[in-house]
């Protein structure tokens, strides 16, 4: 039997992503009356994940029974992003409803990357279940 | 898992940081007509940078430099030769207006630690079945 765990650690990255993309947008709104604070966002899932392969730190595996772990499977990189227009005369660019905008989209991304590791667990459930 | 923490942790920043905005605010209405009390203003900061502390904070209260009000009453026991005395510099709009913009970063910072928190609850929904 072919487990195609693929979709697991494409699920796996995508959650991953999501909590860590929710964790900037919220101090986003934590600072959003700080002077000069410039607001701040993930690049997008899509430009970050790597599917398999060249990971640059991972723990060795030198032995049998070493448990093999594989780092966060995305790196996305934050850069300074916010809505136009928005910067306040005290220089601080946060608009509270744009950061609104965007934590209901991580939010989103997280419970749809949840939704698709359940239905293939259920899958592989399916199918190892006996007749 | 640690993502979540660290934004329920920048939320919680945020609402103690606001909390303490609206603390000063009603500190000034309440003092607004306490003769020569001058205005405080509090300061956001940046924890700590270096530290990859990103969390928000209060720093310095400030205290306003603008010019008392000056209040004719010849009957108040601190009114001078010409019957005025110095009131406060506390401007009641000014300090609703910013009441009110606590309380909503407040509930914006509050929405937030739920989402976190939501986030968290069907990870855990996850390992549970």
Known sequence: MDLNLEILRAARGLAAYATARHAVIAENVAHADTPGYRARDLTDFSDSFRSRGDLPFAMKATREGHI???????????VERALFGAEAPNGNNVSIEDQMMRAVESQRQHSMALAVYRKSLDIIRTTLARP | MNDLLKAMGAASSGMHAQSARLRISTENIANADTPGFRRKIVTFEMLDPERNARAVTTGRTYTSEAELQRIYD?????????????????????ELADAREAQRSYEANLRMFDQARNMGTALLDLIRR
Do not use: F, I, K, W
């Not at chain 2, 009957?75 to 009641?92: I, K, Q, R, W």
């Open chain 2, 74 to 94: 010849p009957a108040h026991p601190m009114a001078g030769e010409d019957g005025m005395y110095d009131g406060s510099n506390v401007n009641l709009v000014v």
């Open chain 1, 68 to 78: 093999v772990t594989s780092p966060p499977r995305h790196s996305a990189d934050v």
